[in-house]
C-alpha cells in the first residue's frame, strides 16, 4: 500500500508547483505554411518589365521635369548637400527625392535613360513588396498575392507614376510605405519589437521621399481591422510615434506650400469642393474596371457653371461604396478591409481641399488601389477556392491586357508633346494648350504657339499663364504694344505672378524705360528670389545705366543655379573692362571660353588683354576671333597692326 501512495504524493507535490511563464505568452498567430512555385514572382516582374518598356527611351516632359531637374541646380552640384536635403520643389520637401535625383545626374547628366530606368526598377521592387504584403494579410493565400501584385504591376493608371520622371518620389515612398506595412503586420502577428521600430524608420523614410506618407498611420488602423484586433487605448497609444512623425512633416509641408504658392488657383465652394471628393472616389473605381481614355490631366470643371451629371452620381456610389463595406465587416472581412484601404490613402488627394488644377489624376492611385486589388484577389479566390492554377486562367488573361494597355500608355510619355497631345486630345484644357505653346515656342514655330495660346485662353478667359505666354509670342515678334497689353491682364489677374513682372521688366527695358524695368525686375526677385531669368534681365538693365558693379552681382546671383553658362561668365567679363578692370576681366572670359570657344569670347578677352598692353595676346585672340567670323572694328584691327 505504501508503494502504491509515494507516486500520489509526487503527482501532488507536482500540481503545487507554479505554472512555467511561457504558458502566459501571446503565441505567434499560427501561419499556413505554402510552397510558392518558382514562376510566380518571376512572372510577376517580367510582365511588368515589359509593359514599361517604352518609358526607358522617353525622355524629360514639360510638366514639373524642369523643376526637378533641368532646372534643379542643387542635384547638378553634387556637393551642395545642404540644399539637396534642405530645399523643397513646388512646396514638397524631399530629400531623399532629391538624393535620388543627383545620384541620376551623376550618372546620365541631362539624359534621361537613368532616371527612367531607377524609376522602374523601384515599381519593379515595390510589385515584390506588395506580393509579400498580400501574403502576410491573406495569411498566405497565393491567389491573393498574385492577383494583388500583379494587378498593381501592370495597371495602366500606374503608367503616370512610373514613365513620369517627376514622380520619382511616387514609386519611392511607395518603397518604404509598402516595406512599413509589411514589417507592422510582423509586429501585429508576432508582438516583434524589432519589426515594431522598423515600421517607424520605413516611414521616416517614406516620409523623406514623399509628404503624402503622412496618411501612414491612419493606414494601420486598415491592417488593426483585418486582423481583427481589439478597439481600445492601447491601439491608438501604440500609434503615436507614427502620428508624430506624420505631424513633423505635416507642418513642414504647408510651410513649404504657403511659401511656394502651391494651392489651388480655382476658387469653388465647399459644396462643390465636397462632390469633387465623392467624383474622385467613384472615378477612380471606374478608371479602374474600364482603364480607358486616359489623360495626364483632367481639369476642373468650369467655374460657375453647373456640375456635369456624374458629379451627382458620385454621392449615391459613395453609400453604395459605404454600405458595402459595412455589409462585409463581420463576414467577408477582406472585402471591408480592401475598400477601406482604398479610402483611407485617397484621403489627402480628394481635392476637398482644392490643390493644383486637376480633379482627379492617375498617379494619386499608385497606393489606394491595393485595397481594390486585394478585394479583386479575394474573389478570385473564392471562385478559384484556392486553386492558383485555375485562378490564373483568369488573372493571365486579364494582366495581359492591362499590361498592353500599359504598354501604349507608355509610350504617351515620351516627351511631353506626345504627353500633353493626349491630354488635350482626351480632356480639352487652358493648361494642355498653353503647354504645347510653349513647346511651339522652344521649336521657333511662334505661329503655331498663337494658335495653342489663343486656344487656352478661349477656353479659359482668366489663365494668367496662357495670357503670359501669347505675350512673350508678341515680344518675340517686336509686337511690344499687343505683348504690353497681355502681360498687363495676366497681372490683372494674378499680381504677384513673376514670370511676367519678369516679361515687363524685359520689355520696359528694350523700350529704354529702364526705371520701370527694375522696378518690374525688383518685385520679381522679391516675390521670387530664385528666379533665375530676372537676375539676368537685371544684370543686362544694370548694364544700361553704367551700374556695372551691381550688374557684375546679379550674374554671379545667376550663375549660381546655372554655373554653365559660359555668356553670363563672359558678360562679367565685359562689365569687368568697363569698370577698367582688366585683369579681373580675364578670370570669367577665360572660364567662358573654357565652357565654349565662341569666337565672341575670344574678342572680349582681346579687349581685355589690350587694356592691360599685351599686345601679342590681344593680337592672338583677335586673329582667333576674326577666324570665327567675327568683324573686327578697323581702328582696332590696326592698333593691333592686322
Known amino acids: 500500500m505504501g508503494k502504491k501512495k509515494k507516486p500520489v504524493k509526487q ?23 505554402i510552397s510558392i512555385p518558382n514562376w510566380v514572382v518571376p512572372s510577376i516582374l517580367i510582365i511588368t ?18 523643376d526637378y531637374v533641368g532646372e534643379n541646380s542643387p542635384i547638378r552640384l553634387a556637393s551642395n548637400w545642404n540644399a539637396i536635403l534642405t530645399q523643397s520643389i513646388q512646396g514638397n520637401h524631399h530629400p531623399l ?3 535620388s535625383l543627383a545620384l541620376n545626374h551623376a550618372i546620365s547628366g541631362d539624359n534621361a535613360w537613368s532616371y527612367h530606368l531607377l524609376n522602374l526598377l523601384l515599381h519593379l521592387a515595390n510589385c515584390f513588396l506588395v506580393f509579400r504584403l498580400a501574403l502576410l494579410l491573406s495569411r498566405n493565400n497565393l491567389v491573393i498575392a498574385y492577383t494583388t501584385a500583379i494587378l498593381f504591376g501592370i495597371h495602366p493608371l500606374h503608367v503616370e507614376s512610373v514613365a513620369w520622371i517627376s514622380e520619382r518620389k511616387d514609386v519611392l515612398y511607395g518603397l518604404f510605405f509598402l516595406a512599413g506595412l509589411i514589417s507592422y503586420t510582423k509586429y501585429v502577428d508576432t508582438g516583434s519589437k524589432k519589426q515594431y521600430w522598423l515600421t517607424v524608420l520605413y ?44 505631424l513633423i512633416m505635416g507642418i513642414i509641408t504647408l510651410y513649404a506650400q504657403k511659401e511656394a504658392g502651391a494651392t489651388g488657383d480655382e476658387h469653388f465652394g465647399m459644396g462643390t469642393l465636397i462632390m469633387f471628393g465623392f467624383y474622385g472616389i467613384m472615378m477612380y473605381v471606374i478608371k479602374m474596371l474600364f482603364p480607358l481614355s486616359l489623360s495626364p490631366f483632367y481639369p476642373f470643371p468650369p467655374i460657375n457653371e453647373k456640375l456635369p451629371a456624374p458629379y451627382y452620381i458620385a454621392p449615391l456610389f459613395c453609400i453604395g461604396l459605404v454600405v458595402l463595406f459595412f455589409a462585409t465587416w463581420k463576414k467577408n472581412r477582406a472585402v471591408a478591409f480592401g475598400i477601406l484601404f482604398y479610402l483611407v490613402n485617397l484621403l489627402l488627394v480628394l481635392q476637398v481641399f482644392s490643390v493644383g488644377s486637376a480633379v482627379i489624376a492617375d498617379r494619386y492611385t499608385y497606393i489606394p488601389y491595393i485595397g481594390l486589388f486585394y478585394v479583386i484577389g479575394w474573389l478570385v479566390d473564392r471562385w478559384a477556392k484556392g486553386n492558383l492554377l485555375k485562378a490564373s486562367y483568369v488573372v493571365i488573361p486579364l494582366s495581359l491586357l492591362f499590361a498592353v494597355l500599359t504598354f501604349m500608355q507608355s509610350q504617351i510619355w515620351h516627351d511631353g508633346e506626345s504627353m500633353w497631345k493626349q491630354a488635350v486630345k482626351v480632356a480639352p484644357s487652358s493648361r494642355g494648350y498653353s503647354a504645347l505653346g ?58 504677384d505672378y513673376y514670370p511676367t513682372l519678369d516679361n515687363l521688366g524685359a520689355l520696359f527695358a528694350l523700350r529704354a524705360r529702364y526705371d520701370s524695368s527694375l522696378i518690374y525686375l525688383d518685385s520679381a526677385l522679391k516675390i ?14 544694370y548694364m ?10 546679379d550674374f554671379e546671383k545667376f550663375l549660381q543655379y546655372e554655373p ?26 577665360n572660364k567662358a571660353i573654357e565652357l565654349n570657344k565662341d569666337p565672341h569670347f575670344f574678342m572680349n578677352r582681346s579687349y581685355a588683354y589690350f587694356g592691360l598692353k599685351n599686345m601679342d595676346q590681344a593680337k592672338k585672340d583677335a586673329l582667333v576671333a576674326r577666324q570665327g567670323g567675327i568683324q573686327i572694328e578697323a581702328n582696332y584691327a590696326r592698333s593691333l597692326g592686322l
Open 11 to 33: 503527482q501532488a507535490a507536482a500540481v503545487k508547483q507554479p505554472p512555467p511563464v511561457t504558458v502566459k505568452q501571446k503565441k505567434p498567430v499560427p501561419q499556413k505554411k
Open 49 to 66: 518589365f515589359l509593359a514599361y518598356i517604352p518609358s526607358l527611351r522617353a525622355g524629360f516632359v514639360l510638366w514639373d521635369d524642369p
Open 97 to 99: 527625392t532629391m538624393l
Open 203 to 246: 516611414l521616416a523614410l517614406s516620409l523623406a521621399s514623399k509628404p503624402a506618407a503622412v496618411i501612414f498611420p491612419v493606414a494601420l488602423f486598415c491592417i488593426d481591422l483585418l486582423r481583427k484586433r481589439k478597439w481600445n487605448f492601447k491601439l491608438i497609444i501604440e500609434k503615436i510615434p507614427f502620428f508624430i512623425l506624420a
Open 438 to 495: 510653349v513647346l511651339a515656342r522652344k521649336a521657333n514655330n511662334n505661329d503655331l504657339a498663337l494658335q495653342y495660346y489663343n486656344e487656352a485662353i478661349k477656353i479659359n478667359l482668366i489663365d494668367n499663364e496662357a495670357f503670359s505666354n501669347r505675350g512673350n509670342i508678341y515680344f518675340d515678334q517686336n509686337k511690344l504694344d499687343l505683348a504690353y497689353m497681355d502681360y498687363h491682364k495676366a497681372l490683372s489677374i494674378k499680381p
Open 528 to 541: 521670387k528670389p530664385d528666379y533665375k531669368p530676372a537676375y539676368r534681365n537685371r544684370g543686362l538693365t
Open 544 to 553: 544700361k545705366v553704367n551700374r556695372n558693379a551691381d550688374a557684375i552681382k
Open 564 to 589: 554653365g553658362a559660359a555668356d553670363i561668365h563672359n558678360t562679367i567679363g565685359i562689365c569687368y573692362r568697363l569698370l577698367g578692370k582688366y585683369q579681373e576681366a580675364l578670370v570669367p572670359i
